[in-house]
Each structure stands twice: as structure tokens, then as C-alpha cells.
């Protein structure tokens, strides 16, 4: 027995037998009502829509994927290069240290009050209290320098640290 041609171009058209939950029935029919088609017709147009070009899809995806991994990785060297600049730019690592100290009870007593010290008397003398107690602090027991490497990866602190951990 021919099959019946059931479309524009002549070509004839084989059943398939399948079993969809309701909620899929209901979907499918939305869809075929939506666009004028027999829910046949709606079924066979998703099916080709979902087989064409999926392998193509996928290539693009990989491609997209590997360069968004160069992407982040180049970024992570100039993070590095940038953390190194502006260590030397302080002086080396321990001028950044003795910076760094002082600069981070300052950026604590800021984010705490929710103001800035240039802006707030009571948070830049809160800040200063803080300051103060550090600086002895620092000559008591100074950090390792940046630049050390422990078990083979930097020592990174403050902002930094920040920049590489998001």
C-alpha cells in the first residue's frame, strides 16, 4: 500500500507510534494550534528542529567554552602582573606590608561604620585607634612578604587576594 504524500514537496510520509505524557500532549497541542499545524505536522517540525544542526550547536558551544577559559585565564595573569605592580610600586613587598596593615583596619572600620574616613570624624578616629594599635603590631610579628612562595603558589593578601578569589 503507497503512502499518501501529506506536504508541499510531494514526499511521503511513514508513521511513527509514540507515548507522551499528558502534559507533553496538552503542550503539543498549544503549539500545533499556535502555528496552524496538525499536531503531526507540529511533532515532525520539532523533531527536525531539534536534529538539525545540533552537532553544529555544540561545536559553537565548545569553541565559545575554550575561549571564555583564555579569556579568564589571561585575566588571571594580568591580576597577578597587576598585584605585582603595585607591590613594587609601594616600595617593594615589605613597604606593601606595612602598608597593607594600616590599610585594611581602615578598610574594616569603613565597612563596618558604612562611611568614609574622609567623610565621618567618628570613623576616621575610630580608624586612627586602629591604625595606632596595629603599627606596634607590625613590628611584633611581620608577615611573610608577598613575593614568598609557599608550596609553590604566591602569597597574595588583602585586596589582591580579593581580586584572584572572584
Not at 13 to 32: H, M, S
Not at 36 to 59: H, N, P, V, Y
Amino acid at each position: 500500500m503507497a503512502r499518501r504524500p501529506n506536504d508541499k514537496t510531494g514526499a511521503p510520509r511513514f508513521p511513527i507510534q509514540a507515548r507522551v505524557t499528558p502534559e507533553l500532549r496538552d503542550k503539543l497541542t498549544a503549539a500545533a494550534d499556535a502555528s496552524g499545524r496538525s499536531m503531526a505536522q507540529e511533532m515532525e517540525f520539532r523533531l527536525e528542529k531539534s536534529l538539525d544542526g545540533s552537532d553544529d550547536i555544540m561545536e559553537r558551544l565548545n569553541v565559545y567554552v575554550q575561549s571564555l577559559e583564555r579569556l579568564f585565564n589571561k585575566n588571571i595573569e594580568l591580576i597577578e602582573k597587576s598585584a605585582d605592580a603595585l607591590i613594587e610600586s609601594c616600595g617593594g613587598d615589605d613597604l606593601f606590608t606595612l602598608w597593607r596593615i594600616p590599610a585594611e583596619h581602615i578598610q574594616r572600620i569603613e565597612e563596618k561604620n558604612g562611611k568614609s574616613i574622609r567623610e565621618d570624624v567618628e570613623t576616621r578616629r575610630e580608624a586612627e585607634r586602629a591604625v595606632l594599635g596595629a603599627i606596634t603590631d607590625v613590628f611584633r610579628k611581620l608577615p611573610p612578604p608577598l613575593s614568598q612562595k609557599i608550596g609553590g603558589e604566591k602569597l597574595i593578601h588583602g585586596g589582591a587576594a580579593r581580586l584572584l578569589e572572584d
